[in-house]
């Protein structure tokens, strides 16, 4: 039985549990909280923050491979410890390049991919000239650490950027890029295994609230041309990585049909959770099948459509929202998933709700999620 280490104990951890059972695999966890949604699966935890690589090597010692659940953690000290017979997957030099968005957007450049202008922020810089090129209103983004919208800010004019690096004490930690007027949001999930082959999962399109994730639509309404070139860049990234795992890509397209990288997710993400109620293997089989050098399986849809929707938190609560779970599940082909979480507040992925469609209309999908959003915001 292979043992797998899962640096991070949040719902992506979790929802590799059933697909851990179905492959035979001990997940043993790396988190900082016993209450941490990834707890109630794990076969052994160790508890310590996820960049905490003493505990890393204790994870090491207790499994054949290491896995990430999210990217906050401390390469420099995992780097220390990586020559110990400690195998990695993704290994470490697959995301160096990744972590911080600067670097991250340089390394896609170099790849020839497509990408939003950008530069780096450097300490005490004059700007007015780069800033000129791209035109207000930009996107401020932190190079570390930013997710769902944290981290990320639209400047509409110089003035409100000078405000927003004021309440920073260091105007180096970010970087700013032209302010893409995109049509559409869209993501693809992607699996390499330790052989080399790259499988892609549907294009999906993604809808976003205030940087937020609010609905994926699988398969996402684009033309055939544009589904292959978004393929060839997930290709193209997954080899020149030389990952082993599971990434999420996220992109733009323009009205004129364009279309643009917007971030890397070097892990499982939160655009391919549809795949575990619509796809013959969901992503988090995927990855763990790759991690463990098993055959990839198959990322096809089994159904028409799906929408997936997530459930946010919209208030400070201890309530684990029971009656609004029920009404959800009474929905046709509706399938909830509950993270367990302990705290609701404003903007916190609590569960997310699968619903498989019939056929692929994107209007009937927006109508099944306002229906879902109803249920669960109320008014």
Known sequence: MKRVGVIGGGQLAWMM???????????????????????????????????????TAALAAK????????????????????????????????????????????????????????????????????????????????????????????????????????????????????????????????ARSVEGKVVTYPVVETQQEQQVCRRVIAPADITPNQAAEIEAIAHTLLNSLQVVGVFGIELFLTATGKVLVNE?????????????????????????????????????????SAIMVNLLGYETSSSDYHSQRQKLAEIPQAFVHWYNKTESRPGRKLGHVTVLLDHQNREAANTVAQNIESIWYGN
Do not use: M, W
């Not at 043993?28 to 794990?42: E, G, Y």
């Not at 890397?264 to 939160?270: E, W």
């Open 264 to 304: 890397i997710a070097p892990r499982t993400h939160n655009s391919g959770h549809f795949s575990l109620d619509a796809c013959e293997t969901s992503q988090f089989e995927q990855h763990l099948r790759a991690v463990c050098g098993l055959p990839l399986g198959n990322p096809a849809l089994h159904c028409a």
């Open 63 to 190: 499994t054949d491979v290491i896995t990430f659940e999210n990217e906050f953690v401390n390469l420099d000290a995992l780097s220390l410890i990586e020559h110990q017979d400690i195998c990695f997957r993704p290994r470490l030099a697959a995301l160096t390049p990744l972590l911080d968005k600067y670097h991250q957007r340089c390394y896609l450049r170099d790849l020839r991919l497509p990408v939003p202008q950008f530069f780096a922020l450097e300490q005490q810089e004059d700007i007015t000239s780069k800033i000129e090129k791209l035109g207000f209103p930009v996107v401020l983004k932190s190079r570390r650490h930013g997710y769902d919208g944290q981290g990320t800010f639209i400047i509409p004019d110089l003035a409100s950027l000078q405000q927003q690096l004021d309440l920073s004490l260091n105007q180096s930690l970010f970087l700013i890029e032209e302010f893409v007027p995109f049509e559409r949001e869209l993501a693809i999930i992607a």
């Open 17 to 55: 549990g059933d697909a851990a059972k179905k492959l035979g695999v001990e997940l043993i966890v790396q988190t900082p909280s016993k209450n941490d949604p990834a707890v109630s699966i794990a076969q052994d935890i160790v508890l310590a923050n996820v960049d905490d690589a003493i505990a």
